[in-house]
């Protein structure tokens, strides 16, 4: 079948539901690998930065929708299984990685930039959906 995906964000939250028929989620960090089968529009994937998502295994007439924090931005995206490894490698020797810092996903006068309010479109999502997240 068919396979999407292949590919993760620096800074981008993703949230996927299929709205109608079903498929399987295959996410991967620097802890190891993980999948959930989202058969529902009650429930969901919660995708966090810095991890390689795969989608497989879609039933006929699958239809997905993917919530995403912020706006397309090419650089953002870890395009190749490469880059990915390279930025895992840098979590597990214990480090940060640099932060990214094209895109402005809000005006902020907070010298810290935490970007915390990211998930809170997210957090009203789920209160409204029964969701199942992928946990670290």
Partial sequence: GVTRGHHGHQIVHELCIAVTGSMTVVVEDHTGTKSMHVSSPAEA?????DTWITLKDFTP??????????????DEILCTRTLFEEKMAIYR????????KKMTLIETDSKDNDMSWVILPFIAMLSVLTATAFRR
């Avoid at 994937?45 to 930065?49: K, N, S």
């Avoid at 007439?61 to 397309?72: A, D, N």
């Avoid at 020797?93 to 990214?100: A, M, S, T, V, W």
């Fill in 45 to 49: 994937a919660y995708i966090a930065p």
């Fill in 61 to 74: 007439g699958t239809v997905l929708l993917v919530l995403c924090s912020g706006e397309f931005d090419p």
């Fill in 93 to 100: 020797r214990g480090e940060k990685p640099p932060l990214y």
